[in-house]
T-cell receptor, first 113, second 112 residues
Framework: ETGVTQSPTHLIKTRGQQVTLRCSSQ?????VSWYQQALGQGPQFIFQ???????GRGNFPPRFSGLQFPNYSSELNVNALELDDSALYLC????????????FGPGTRLTVT | GENVEQHPSTLSVQEGDSAVIKCTYS??????FPWYKQELGKRPQLIID?????GEKKDQRIAVTLNKTAKHFSLHITETQPEDSAVYFC???????????FGKGTHLIIQP
């Protein structure tokens, strides 16, 4: 077991609403990355947080935002939800900003109707 | 940005046979190439990885090879077992802030 946890497990929202997803990193890991995995696709990088600051970002619009807390847990916030936001949202933690190995949590399944 | 192509999308092999999954990448700056296994409804699990200063790495029945010149890397699974059935993803990255770029996955089916 990797130790990365996420909540909630499943979530159903309506188009236009806002959602917050949560992630607790593995013990000793100070870097958290978020990925979106659409059905039948590989994960897509959203952004990474290191020591409470956004450290890198993929090709996602500003309505995807995040936070990291002093205990290295993290939140992903998505505003103005669209139907295409329906996906599995995965967080992955790593030992440090320059560290390579990323260990994934179980994900949050978001459905937008 | 980086682009990772993965083939085949589905691979069916007899139990005990070998399986090979291939990936190509586009960004010569990428220097880290992990492989993840994802069973239905579960998290991606890191099974093996390789860095650009190494050409091959083995871990029991699993091996990964890397050809930096051709920008391709492959996963080899020998003596396949029913529990190897899953979706396998390759990925490439520079390590750190830019995250990993994943392939679209290979559904590996082990026939009894």
């Amino acid at each position: 077991e990797t130790g990365v946890t996420q909540s909630p497990t499943h979530l159903i929202k309506t188009r236009g609403q806002q959602v917050t997803l949560r992630c607790s990193s593995q013990s000793g890991h100070n870097t958290v990355s978020w990925y979106q995995q659409a059905l039948g696709q590989g994960p897509q990088f959203i952004f990474q947080y290191y020591r409470e600051e956004e450290n890198g970002r993929g090709n996602f619009p500003p309505r995807f935002s995040g936070l990291q807390f002093p205990n290295y847990s993290s939140e992903l916030n998505v505003n103005a939800l669209e139907l295409d936001d329906s996906a599995l949202y995965l967080c992955a933690s790593s030992l440090g900003r320059g560290d390579y190995e990323q260990y994934f949590g179980p994900g949050t399944r978001l459905t937008v109707t | 940005g980086e682009n990772v192509e993965q083939h085949p999308s589905t691979l069916s092999v007899q139990e005990g046979d070998s399986a090979v999954i291939k990936c190509t990448y586009s960004d010569s700056a990428s220097n880290y190439f992990p492989w993840y296994k994802q069973e239905l409804g579960k998290r991606p699990q890191l099974i093996i990885d390789i860095r650009s200063n190494v050409g091959e790495k083995k871990d029991q029945r699993i091996a990964v090879t890397l050809n930096k010149t051709a920008k391709h890397f492959s996963l080899h699974i020998t003596e396949t077992q029913p529990e190897d059935s899953a979706v396998y993803f390759c990925a490439a990255g520079e390590g750190g802030a830019d995250g990993l770029t994943f392939g679209k996955g290979t559904h590996l089916i082990i026939q009894p």
